[in-house]
């Protein structure tokens, strides 16, 4: 039985913890997660000094936008340093155009690293030092926080079918692009500004889920190394899923999309 760290796990080279690293947390509707995820990243300033967070809200009607200013605001108050700032985007835009922007404007703010990160917290905070220093140490352009290599695990909330469906879509994405990524569905990734630089994240086409996909493969296709850490992936323990049909469509279509642009010599 595999334990869950709930403190960080690697002892990061001082200097390396100085890395300007920007998480970019997409948000729609999550007041009821966001101070939990919020809290459990800036418990790791001590250790990575280099660190903040860009929360890119697509104008929740819960008051995400707002309350994430409010933690701004205190956060960046008792720091030496600005910690946290927020995107506010006009509607809801997709997951995938959400993450663009953020890294986007990660990039365009002098960070050398951006690790994309949910507000739901499924994705282990405590991993990220383990994850900047495998990106540091091997100058991979993405270090994927991985569910499928050994050593990663599932939360127990998930059921057969759910575990399935996983599993089979990671498989078949894979398969349609003839990748060796294992979890290349996966949205907890950390990049490097050079990679982000080469991908032009203006001209990336999903929306939705299928941005995980798109941007690993077009890391590749540059030439650039994925790595894989394990991690623990938690079911989300409040607010809503904003998986949609249409997004498992594109999902579903975009690997053969990609394919096909490639095959064109396009991407
Ligand atoms: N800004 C923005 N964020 C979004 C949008 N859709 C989803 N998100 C955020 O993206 C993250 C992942 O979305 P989830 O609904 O948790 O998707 P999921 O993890 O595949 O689904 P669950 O397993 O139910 O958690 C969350 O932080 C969402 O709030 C969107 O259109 N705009
Ligand atoms: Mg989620």
């Known amino acids: ?3 869950k760290p709930t403190v960080s796990q690697t002892r990061l080279p001082a200097a390396w913890g100085d890395t300007a690293l920007t998480v970019v947390m997409p948000t729609y509707n999550e007041a009821d997660s966001l101070p ?5 990243l800036m418990a790791l300033a001590g250790e990575l000094p280099g660190l903040s967070l860009l929360v890119v809200d697509d104008a929740s009607p819960d008051g995400t936008g707002e309350l994430a200013e409010r933690l701004a605001a205190r956060h960046n108050r008792d720091a030496d340093r600005i910690r946290m700032r927020v995107l506010h985007r006009t509607e809801k835009d997709g997951l995938g155009r959400a993450y663009a922007a953020g890294m986007r404007r990660a990039v365009e703010h002098g960070a050398r690293y951006v690790l994309q990160m949910d507000a739901d ?15 540091l140490a091997t100058g991979a352009g ?3 926080g991985s569910r499928y290599v050994p050593g990663g695990s599932l939360s127990d909330a998930w059921g057969a079918h759910r575990r399935l469906l996983s599993r089979w879509a990671n498989a078949y994405a894979s398969a349609v692009l003839g990748t060796r990524v294992r979890d290349i569905t996966g949205g907890f990734n950390l990049w ?8 032009d994240l203006a001209s990336v ?3 939705g889920y ?5 941007m690993k493969y077009a890391a590749l296709r540059r030439g650039f190394g994925v790595m894989e850490v394990p991690i623990h992936f938690e079911d989300r323990t409040a607010g809503e899923s904003k998986m949609s049909f249409a997004v498992q469509l594109e999902s579903m279509a975009m690997p053969w999309r990609l394919r096909a642009a490639a095959a064109r010599g396009m991407r």
């Open 192 to 199: 490097s500004a050079d990679a982000l630089r080469a991908i």
């Open 1 to 3: 039985m595999l334990t």
């Open 210 to 214: 299928s941005f995980q996909v798109e």
């Open 36 to 40: 939990a995820a919020v809290e459990a």
């Open 121 to 135: 917290g499924s994705h282990p905070a405590a991993k990220i030092p383990e994850l900047l220093g495998v990106a």
């Open 205 to 207: 086409d999903s929306a």
């Open 142 to 144: 993405v270090v994927v």
